[in-house]
Nanobody, 125 residues
Framework: QVQLLESGGGLVQAGGSLRLSCAAS????????MGWLRQAPGKEREFVAC????????DYADSVKGRFTISRDNAKNTVYLQMNSLKPEDTAVYYC??????????????????WGQGTQVTVSS
């Protein structure tokens, strides 16, 4: 069993930065592909980024490429999402995911092994 706890969300002006963290419980964190999804009000869930168990491979949605960076520290059981140059359209609840069945980006509507409770990111214009 893995529990995920996100933190770092908040209110920021457009052009600003935030760093989200996702702390995972359990001793098998390093065997999971970790990722971030987001969901804005009235919109479908959207893939944001993912990182392989080793950290060597990452993938990003086109909408965040060049602005967001995903990383992980397996010694701390934590995955991060550094978000720079934030835009109002980045406003959403951001969810951390963990899965051992996919090595990279999962298909839409994929049922991940574990989800966090989400953290709100609001970008004002």
């Amino acid at each position: 069993q893995v529990q995920l706890l996100e933190s770092g969300g908040g209110l920021v002006q457009a052009g600003g930065s935030l760093r989200l963290s996702c702390a995972a419980s359990g001793r098998t964190f390093s065997s999971y592909t970790m990722g971030w999804l987001r969901q804005a009000p009235g919109k479908e869930r959207e893939f944001v980024a993912c990182i392989s168990w080793s950290g060597r491979s990452t993938d990003y949605a086109d909408s965040v490429k060049g602005r967001f960076t995903i990383s992980r520290d397996n010694a701390k059981n934590t995955v991060y999402l550094q978000m720079n140059s934030l835009k109002p359209e980045d406003t959403a609840v951001y969810y951390c995911t963990a899965d051992r069945r996919v090595a990279g980006r999962a298909p839409p509507n994929y049922e991940y092994d574990y989800w966090g409770q989400g953290t709100q990111v609001t970008v004002s214009s």
